[in-house]
C-alpha cells in the first residue's frame, strides 16, 4: 500500500506564505517505490471575488532516495484573499490512496507598519508676558505648513494605503497656541513688522536668520530667493523691496509643493495656496504679507481636523507620545539608568513616578479632546522603554508601543536574535504583574535609509523601487513558517524632507504607489495588526497569541557615542552638563513637593515642571549632540524651570540664569559680523563641508574643519566651527571659508574667495 506525506522538511510547501504573485509549488513524499504509481492533488478554491472553483494537478515524478520517491505540483497564482484547500492523493497497484490536506491563504508575505513620527519641544518661553513673540523657535509654524498638514494629506492620495502618524500631544498644544490663543514666534514678529519700519538690528536678525535654509533644495528652486542670498554674500546693502522680499521668501519656501503649485481644498471648508505669489517672484506689498500669513493660519487650522479624518476612514492610525515628550524610564528612576560609556555618571536621584503618570494621562485626556476617541497606541519618546513604565502605560489603555530592534536585542535574560527575521517582525507580549502591553521593535536600518539616504538620489522612484527590495530582499524572503509577521519602519516625518528636493514629494508617491500595488508587501496600522481585518483577509493578533518579552530592557533607539555597542540612555544622562541639568530639575521638583501644590491648585507649575522634563533639552546637553542652538535651548530650558518658583510665588534661584559662558558671536556669509567683544567665541555656520582658515593679528594662517551638525529642527544641515576665545589683547581676526568641493551649495560659506574682517573692541572705548 502506497504511503504518502507532504509539509515536512523534504516535502515542504513553497513559498510558505503565499502571495499573489507566487506559483505555489507543493512537495510530496510516498512510500515504498514500485512501478506504475501516480501522485496528484485535488484543489479547491473559495475566490475573495467570489465563486469557487475544482480541479486536479498532477504531480510529476522528481526522483528517488532510498526506498522512497518524491514528486512535485505546482499550482498557478492565486488572486490576494483567495482560499485554497488541497488534498494530495496518489494510486498503486492496490488503487487509490488518501494522502494530508492543507490549507493556505493567498495574502502578502509581509506586512509593514510604516510610522511617521511628528514632534517638537515646547519653544514658548513662560517668561514673557504675553503670548506674542513668545515662541525662541519658528519650527511648528514651519513644519505645520510643509510637513504635518502634508504629510497627511499625502496619504488622502493613497486609499489603499495604511500608515501610522504619531503627533505628540506638546506639537499639537503649540498649534492650538498659535490659532486659538494668539501665540507667534520671534521669526513670524519680523515677518510682520513692515520692511519701511525695521530699524538697524532688525535689519541685521533678518539677514542672519533669514536664510536658515538648506540652499540646494530650499534656496535655490526660488530665483529670486537665491538672487537675495548672493546680494547678502557680496554684502550689499537692502532696501525695503529687499528686505520685504526676504521676509516673503523665507516663509514661502517652506510652504509644501502642493500649496506653492496649486489650490488646496482644506478639511475645514477653507482653501489655501500660494501660488500666485510665488508666480509674482518679486516686488511684494505689505498685502502680500499679510495674505501669506493668513493662509498659514488656514493650513495650522487644519492639521488636526485632517488626522481626525483620515483616521476615521480607516486609512491612518494616530498614535501619540507622553504629553512633553519625555523618557519615561528616566521620570521612573535615573538610578536605573542604561548607561554604557566610559566616565559616565549618574546624577542625584531623580524618581517620581507620578509624573511619568501624569504624562502619560495628560496625552490620553488631550487625544480625546482633539480626536474623539481614546488612543490605541504610544510612540514613547526616543522610542524608551523599561520594564518599569509597562504598567503606566497599560493603566491609562495603550494597548500597543513602538522601540526599536536594539531593545529587543537586549531583553530578556540572554537578549533575543533580532537580526532574524522570524524573530523582529513580530510584535510581544510585555507583561509587569497584571500588566500587558504589546511592543513592535522597529527595523533601525530601512528607518534611517529613508531619513539619511536616499535624498541623494537623481531618481526618486529608482531610490523607492530599491526601498521596496530591501524589505523583500531581507525580510519577506527570509521568513520561515507560514504565520502573519509584520515588519515595523518608524522614523521622524517632518526633519527629513529638507534635504530632499521639491519637499521628497516624487519619492513619497512613489513609494506610496508600490506600496498600494505590490502582492507580497501590505502596509498595516498597528491597531489594524492587532485587530485582524476582514475585508484584507488579515486575521487578529491578540497579546494572548504574542511569544513574552521578559524582562524588558531598558533602553531607546539610540546607541550613544562613544559608548558600548547596544542601545542605551546615555544621550539624555551621564554627561556633566546633563546631569547638571537633572539636578536643577530635581530641586525644582523637590520645590513643588514641599510647596504642598497639587496640579489642581498650581496647574501652571506643573505645567513647567511637565515641560522641563521633555527629552529634547538633556539631548542637546553634552557632547553627544550639537544642535547649533544649544545655548538658547538650554535657556528655554532653565526658563521652563524658573517658572516652577515664580507659579510658587518664588523668586528662581540664580542658578537657573542661561549657563555662564563666552560672549557668543555668530558668523553666517549673508550677515558676517565685523566686531567681536573681547574674551568672545565666534560660532562660524556654513551650509556645506569645508574649513575655516583665519589669522590673528596678521600672524600665520590657521586652519579647522567645519564640524557637521543637527539643527535642532532637522537632520545634518549645517557645518560650524568654535573659534576663541582669543587671548587678552588681540586686536583682529581674519578668515575666510574654504568649501570641500565646488558646488552650489559654496554660495552659503562665501565662496572661499573673500575674507571677512572682525576687529576686537574694547568696551573702554
Not at 142 to 161: F, G, K, N, Q, W
Not at 338 to 356: I, K, N, S, V
Request: with cysteine.
Amino acid at each position: 500500500m502506497m504511503h504518502l506525506w507532504h509539509g515536512t522538511a523534504d516535502a515542504p510547501r513553497t513559498p510558505a506564505r503565499v502571495s499573489a504573485s507566487d506559483w505555489i509549488t507543493l512537495d510530496v513524499g510516498s512510500w515504498p517505490i514500485a512501478p506504475g504509481q501516480t501522485v496528484w492533488v485535488d484543489v479547491g478554491v473559495e475566490r475573495a471575488a467570489g465563486g469557487s472553483a475544482q480541479w486536479r494537478v498532477p504531480a510529476s515524478w522528481r526522483h528517488n532516495a532510498g526506498d522512497s520517491s518524491y514528486w512535485r505540483a505546482e499550482i498557478a497564482p492565486l488572486a490576494t484573499g483567495d482560499v485554497l484547500r488541497y488534498r494530495i492523493r496518489g494510486h498503486d497497484a492496490d488503487g487509490d490512496v488518501d494522502g494530508p490536506t492543507g490549507e493556505l491563504h493567498v495574502g502578502p508575505t509581509l506586512y509593514l507598519a510604516l510610522l511617521w513620527h511628528q514632534h517638537q519641544p515646547l519653544y514658548r518661553d513662560p517668561s514673557l508676558p504675553s503670548p506674542r513673540g513668545s515662541y525662541a523657535e519658528p519650527w511648528v509654524r514651519r513644519h505645520a505648513i510643509r510637513d504635518y498638514y502634508p504629510m497627511a494629506a499625502l496619504v488622502a492620495a493613497h486609499p489603499t494605503l495604511r500608515l501610522t502618524i504619531n503627533l505628540t500631544p506638546v506639537l499639537l498644544w503649540q498649534l492650538e497656541d498659535y490659532v486659538e490663543r494668539g501665540a507667534t514666534d520671534r521669526a513670524l514678529e519680523l515677518t510682520r513688522t513692515p520692511a519701511e519700519a525695521l530699524n538697524q538690528h532688525e535689519r541685521d536678525e533678518l539677514r542672519r536668520t533669514f536664510f536658515d535654509a538648506r540652499y540646494e533644495t530650499e534656496i535655490a528652486p526660488h530665483p529670486r530667493y537665491a538672487e537675495l542670498w548672493a546680494l547678502a554674500r557680496r554684502g550689499a546693502a537692502f532696501g525695503v523691496a529687499e528686505l520685504r522680499d526676504l521676509q516673503m521668501w523665507a516663509n514661502l519656501a517652506w510652504f509644501a509643493k502642493e500649496f506653492r503649485e496649486a489650490d488646496v481644498a482644506l478639511p475645514t471648508g477653507e482653501v489655501a495656496t500660494v501660488r500666485h505669489l510665488v508666480a509674482r517672484g518679486r516686488d511684494f506689498t505689505p498685502a502680500d504679507v499679510d495674505a501669506m500669513l493668513a493662509e498659514q493660519y488656514k493650513i495650522m487650522r487644519a492639521v488636526i481636523p485632517m488626522h481626525r479624518l483620515l483616521q476615521e476612514r480607516g486609512q491612518i492610525e494616530v498614535a501619540t507620545s507622553p504629553y512633553f515628550h519625555p523618557i519615561l524610564p528616566l521620570l521612573v528612576d535615573t538610578d536605573q539608568a542604561t548607561l554604557d560609556r566610559p566616565g559616565a555618571t549618574l546624577p542625584p536621584r531623580f524618581a517620581h513616578p507620578e509624573d511619568a503618570d501624569a504624562q502619560v494621562r495628560l496625552a490620553v485626556a488631550d487625544y480625546v479632546r482633539w480626536f474623539g476617541r481614546a488612543p490605541r497606541g504610544m510612540w514613547p519618546a526616543e522610542g524608551a522603554v523599561g520594564r518599569a513604565v509597562v504598567p503606566i502605560l497599560a493603566r491609562h489603555g495603550v494597548r500597543w508601543i513602538a522601540s526599536d530592534r536594539g531593545v529587543l536585542a537586549r531583553s530578556g535574560e540572554y537578549g533575543y536574535r533580532a537580526d532574524e527575521p522570524d524573530v523582529l517582525c513580530r510584535p510581544y507580549r510585555a507583561r509587569e504583574g497584571d500588566a500587558t502591553i504589546s511592543v513592535f521593535f522597529r527595523e533601525p536600518w530601512l528607518s534611517d535609509t529613508i531619513g539619511f539616504h536616499y535624498q541623494h538620489y537623481a531618481d526618486y522612484g529608482e531610490a523607492a523601487r530599491e526601498f521596496l527590495a530591501q524589505i523583500k530582499q531581507r525580510y519577506a524572503r527570509q521568513l520561515h513558517g507560514a504565520g502573519d509577521r509584520v515588519l515595523t519602519v518608524a522614523l521622524d516625518g517632518e526633519n527629513a524632507w529638507s534635504a530632499y528636493r521639491e519637499d521628497a514629494r516624487p519619492f513619497l508617491h512613489a513609494l506610496y504607489g508600490l506600496l498600494e500595488a505590490d502582492p507580497e508587501v501590505a502596509t498595516v496600522t498597528f491597531s489594524g495588526y492587532l485587530d485582524g481585518i476582514r475585508e484584507r483577509g488579515l486575521a487578529a493578533h491578540p497579546s494572548s497569541t504574542q511569544p513574552d518579552v521578559h524582562p524588558l530592557f531598558t533602553g531607546s533607539w539610540v546607541d550613544e557615542p562613544g559608548s558600548a555597542p547596544g542601545v542605551d540612555l546615555g544621550t539624555w544622562i551621564g554627561e556633566p552638563e546633563e546631569n547638571e541639568a537633572w539636578a536643577l530639575l530635581g530641586q525644582a521638583r523637590d520645590r513643588l513637593a514641599s510647596s504642598g501644590a497639587t496640579p489642581e491648585s498650581a496647574p501652571e507649575a506643573y505645567r513647567a515642571i511637565y515641560a522641563a522634563e521633555g527629552s529634547d533639552w538633556f539631548w542637546w546637553l553634552g557632547t553627544d549632540q550639537e544642535s547649533g542652538r544649544d545655548r538658547r535651548l538650554d535657556a528655554l530650558f532653565r526658563a521652563h524651570l524658573a517658572q516652577v518658583y515664580r507659579a510658587l510665588g518664588d523668586e528662581p534661584p540664580a542658578a537657573l540664569s542661561t549657563r555662564a559662558g563666552p560672549p557668543l558671536v555668530i558668523w553666517t556669509a549673508t550677515a558676517p559680523p565685523t566686531t567681536l567683544p573681547p574674551g568672545g567665541q565666534l560660532l562660524v555656520r556654513a551650509e556645506c563641508p569645508g574649513r575655516v582658515v583665519y589669522t590673528v593679528d596678521g600672524g600665520a594662517a590657521l586652519s579647522a574643519a567645519l564640524v557637521p551638525v543637527r539643527r535642532a529642527d532637522a537632520g545634518v544641515a549645517q557645518y560650524q566651527r568654535l573659534l576663541g576665545p582669543f587671548a587678552p589683547g588681540v586686536r583682529e581676526v581674519c578668515l575666510r571659508i574654504r568649501p570641500a568641493a565646488p558646488s552650489g551649495a559654496e554660495i552659503g560659506t562665501g565662496g572661499g574667495s573673500r575674507e571677512y574682517r572682525l576687529v576686537i573692541t574694547d568696551p573702554a572705548t
